[in-house]
């Protein structure tokens, strides 16, 4: 059973930065596609971010692409989410996720993973 436990949120002004942070166990860390949804007040969960189990390549979407970086540190069991440039849009319940077709989610924009943390808020306000 995979258990991912997120911390890192907070509120942050308009422009900042914030790093969120996953530990995971319960699985080879090695072998997950592991990553980032995100809902907001009234709106879907969104696929935001993956880190491909297959290789070393990772996905965005649309909306944070050029903004957020995900990376992984193996020895750790961890994943991050380097977010910048933070904008009141990017207000939501962040969750780290994991699930075999993740990156495809992420592509797609929507899915259903099988892992879920338990979420972490982001504030982006004055």
């Known amino acids: 059973q995979v258990q991912l436990v997120e911390s890192g949120g907070g509120l942050v002004q308009p422009g900042g930065s914030l790093r969120l942070s996953c530990v995971v166990s319960?699985?080879?860390?090695?072998?997950?596609?592991i990553g980032w949804f995100r809902q907001a007040p009234g709106k879907e969960r969104e696929a935001i971010s993956c880190s491909s189990s297959h290789d070393d390549n990772s996905y965005y979407s649309e909306s944070v692409k050029g903004r957020f970086a995900i990376s992984k540190d193996n020895s750790k069991n961890t994943v991050y989410l380097q977010m910048n440039n933070l904008k009141p849009e990017d207000t939501a319940v962040y969750y780290c996720?994991?699930?075999?077709?993740?990156?495809?989610?992420?592509?797609?924009?929507?899915?259903?993973?099988?892992?879920w943390g338990q979420g972490t808020q982001v504030t982006v306000s004055t």
């Open positions: 996720v994991s699930d075999p077709a993740l990156c495809t989610m992420v592509v797609l924009g929507h899915g259903e993973p099988n892992y």
């Open positions: 319960g699985y080879n860390f090695d072998y997950l596609a």
